[in-house]
């Protein structure tokens, strides 16, 4: 089978799987990281099969979809085979679906290109204006609030406390999202992460005076 029918099966699969998701995974959040992976993946020389391919297959087997991540892992193997994708393939592609999440801060360091270009392009999904949509869109259907001066910033946090404890928005930004730029792999990401930042401090920075009546 050609690459590129794998990819527009494999997009149908994703699609499928993904179609009534509410916690941020979306379809749309995998097409914008296998945009992003492929325009990285061009500027930092990596195998854009192995890219798109681990763009797109790369929250199938996250626990808040799969169950647990050994089946998740198990189902995207179960896909590769069932299109004939090369067993170095898929042993490549599985290694950077497993370690790809951010899990309260605790990433694996990725051992290939490929795992750096993906895993960059998914962590600049959850920054800039996208990333604000994403986390608010996230916040609400948590039921949290959208900023409650009253709860602080988690300086450290547990897997679980990540998961389950009560937080907001805006805390969000200060637990998690204004250090993805530091974690950034590649050049080319480093260059997009730091005007995504940007964004997201000029945000904070109006939010702060429109909360307090100041703008
Ligand atoms: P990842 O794909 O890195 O595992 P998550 O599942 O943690 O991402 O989050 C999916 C989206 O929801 C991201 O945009 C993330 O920033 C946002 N999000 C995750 N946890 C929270 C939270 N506690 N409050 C607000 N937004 C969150
Ligand atoms: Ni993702």
Not at 65 to 83: D, H, K, P
Request: charged share 30%; hydrophobic share 40%.
């Amino acid at each position: 089978m050609m690459k590129e029918k794998m990819i527009v099966l494999t997009e149908a699969f994703v699609k499928d799987k993904l179609k009534d998701e509410s916690s941020g995974h979306d379809w749309y959040h995998i097409y914008r990281v296998k945009k992003l992976a492929l325009n990285i993946a061009e500027k930092e020389g990596a195998d854009s099969f192995v890219c798109v391919m681990a763009a797109l297959l790369h929250d199938i087997a996250d626990e808040k979809i799969a169950g647990t991540e050994e089946e998740g892992l198990r189902e995207v193997r179960n896909w590769l085979e069932s299109i004939f994708v090369e067993e170095p393939y898929i042993k490549h592609i599985l290694s950077i679906i497993s370690s790809m999440s951010f899990k309260g801060g605790s990433g694996a360091e990725m051992e290939s290109i490929e795992g750096k270009v993906v895993q960059d392009a998914d962590r600049l999904d959850a920054i800039g204006a996208i990333g604000i949509g994403r986390t608010f869109a996230y916040s609400g259907a948590k039921g949290q609030l959208m900023y409650d001066p009253e709860i602080p910033v988690r300086e450290t946090m547990t897997k679980e406390q990540y998961r389950n404890e009560k937080s907001t928005a805006i805390n969000h930004f200060y637990e998690k999202l204004l250090k993805l730029k530091h974690g950034m792999n590649t050049p080319y990401a480093k260059k997009l992460a730091n005007d995504r930042h940007a964004f997201l401090e000029n945000f904070l920075e109006q939010f702060f005076e429109e909360w307090e009546g100041r703008k």
